[in-house]
């Protein structure tokens, strides 16, 4: 196997030409899109004969793959302690096909386009990041270790999801499956945070952020109505209708904000960048372990993003009242979309907003705050050798970067694997600039050929390390 960033970014291009398109529901697939994915397999397998001569191949959930390399058992390292999961996911959000030009893609997003660019080698296309590019890198690193005679020395599974952008079951199936055979292991690695530049004003090294926990998630249903025994015309309104009392509660819900605190992740995160970064904030951010209440104050102030950071965010999203112009709505209601903090659970989430939306809807209406699905917030992935070792690998690949954690705002198939393995870390071993981090889910997604080779360095580095 060659490693050449060329041959790598002609790889990712077939890749990206079998347009594995995340089927939307939870349901069976369709016959054509179970067809792209059995597409997609052919050309795994014929990409990665070495990988898949070696691995017992279990189909898992849709589409998913769950792949096992036996290990010799014979215990180095970090992973005597036993098997190491690595997790990527072969389906994408959708693209225009058609009328790509307008929707703002330089290069139809299945075409798979390469070309040499102002910041090098480039692969155009839907997946190149989010996550075709990591899975090449993966499976690349494992290729090319076994083609060259290594053998882990503790089991190695690779998950391979099939529909992680749908929150669909391949994941939770896998996750099952491995459950079901007693397997917990020590050390997991999916997508998640990326190498990126520009995370803190001023500051030029290039930065590894790991995802060591995710925050929770909760859907609450928030209704409001009237007393079904006093009927009102919109001709008649009552001085306190469902609809606006709704208002006044999502309104109270902006205004009373959950309360913020600066956790540990936040903590460690900005005393490892704070030697890097120029000029006052380095003195500020190196004590921000003592200033964790005024910072916590402060950035909600900053940004969406750091506001997210310190605190359980809501966030209002479908509405439901009036079926018509002239009818009064008995009943109101809104979907509250919540992201937990770690610090915080569930329960507390959910009670602060029944708190502020009773008192802000009053006395004269209904307050119902019923909670439609979520999951609480994962645990805190340790920072012991096996953090060290994601560190040792971002050095060998990535030269001169700084690791550092955060907690990640969104969720992930990784999520899953938290509950049966203790150190689950997120990060795709991928250079994203903040141009290309804006290109995930959205137009003109790529990843530089460069950014492959390192990524295959970093799986080959940390498999090789640690398993
Ligand atoms: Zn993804």
């Known amino acids: 196997m060659t490693h050449e960033a060329p041959t790598l970014a002609g790889r990712l291009s077939q890749l990206v ?105 480039t692969v155009y296309g839907r997946g190149t990041l989010d996550d075709k590019g990591a899975l090449l890198v993966l499976l690349e690193a494992v290729e090319d270790l076994l083609a060259s005679g290594w053998t882990p020395n503790q089991d190695l599974y690779v998950e391979l999801g099939g529909d992680e952008e749908s929150d669909g079951p391949s994941a939770v199936a896998a996750i099952a499956e491995l459950e079901r055979r007693g397997v917990k292991p020590v050390l997991v690695v999916d997508e998640g945070g990326a190498v990126t530049t520009g995370l803190v004003p001023g500051l030029t090294k290039q930065v590894a952020v790991v995802g060591v926990a995710e925050k929770g998630v909760v859907n609450l249903e928030v209704s409001v109505s009237a007393d079904p025994r006093k009927p009102a015309h919109s001709s008649t309104p009552p001085r306190r209708s ?143 050798e096996r953090w060290d070792a994601i560190r040792t690998a971002v050095a060998a690949s990535y030269p001169g970067a700084l690791t550092v954690p955060y907690t990640m705002l969104g969720a992930s198939d990784a999520r899953h694997a938290a509950r049966i393995a203790p150190a689950v870390y997120r990060f795709s071993p991928l250079y994203m600039s903040s141009a290309q981090r804006a290109s995930v889910h959205g137009v003109d997604e790529r990843v530089t050929a460069d950014s492959l080779v390192k990524g295959v360095r970093f799986y080959r580095v940390l498999l090789s390390g640690i398993a």
């Open 17 to 121: 030409q079998v347009p594995t398109v995340t089927p939307l529901d939870g349901g069976p697939l369709t016959t054509s899109t179970a067809q792209v994915f059995d597409d997609f397999h052919a050309l795994l397998r014929e990409l990665y004969p070495t990988v898949f001569a070696a691995a017992e191949v279990t189909p898992v959930g849709r589409a998913g793959l769950l792949l096992r390399l036996g290990g010799t058992g014979d215990g180095r390292g970090v992973t005597a302690l036993g098997p190491v999961l690595l997790m990527a996911h072969q389906d994408v959000v959708p693209a225009p096909a058609e009328g790509w030009e307008a929707a703002g893609w330089s290069h139809p997003p299945f075409a798979g386009v390469v070309e040499d660019g102002e910041d090098g080698l």
């Open 242 to 384: 469902p609809t606006a009392g709704l208002g006044r509660a999502l309104a109270a819900l902006e205004r009373h904000p959950h309360p913020s605190a600066l956790d540990d992740i936040a903590v460690r995160m900005f005393t490892e960048l704070a030697p890097y970064v120029p000029g006052p904030l380095s003195a500020l951010l190196a004590r921000s372990d003592q200033l964790r209440p005024v910072l916590a104050k402060v950035f909600p102030y900053v940004g969406a993003e750091m506001a997210a950071m310190v605190r359980t965010t809501t966030a209002a999203t479908m509405l439901t009242g009036s079926a018509a112009p002239n009818v009064l709505a008995a009943k109101a209601s809104a979907i509250v979309n919540m992201r937990v903090a770690t610090s915080s659970t569930l329960a507390e989430a959910i009670h602060h907003v029944e708190k502020v939306v009773t008192r802000a809807v009053g006395s004269a209406l209904a307050v119902d705050v019923r909670v439609l699905e979520g999951h609480e917030p994962t645990p805190v992935s340790p920072f012991d």
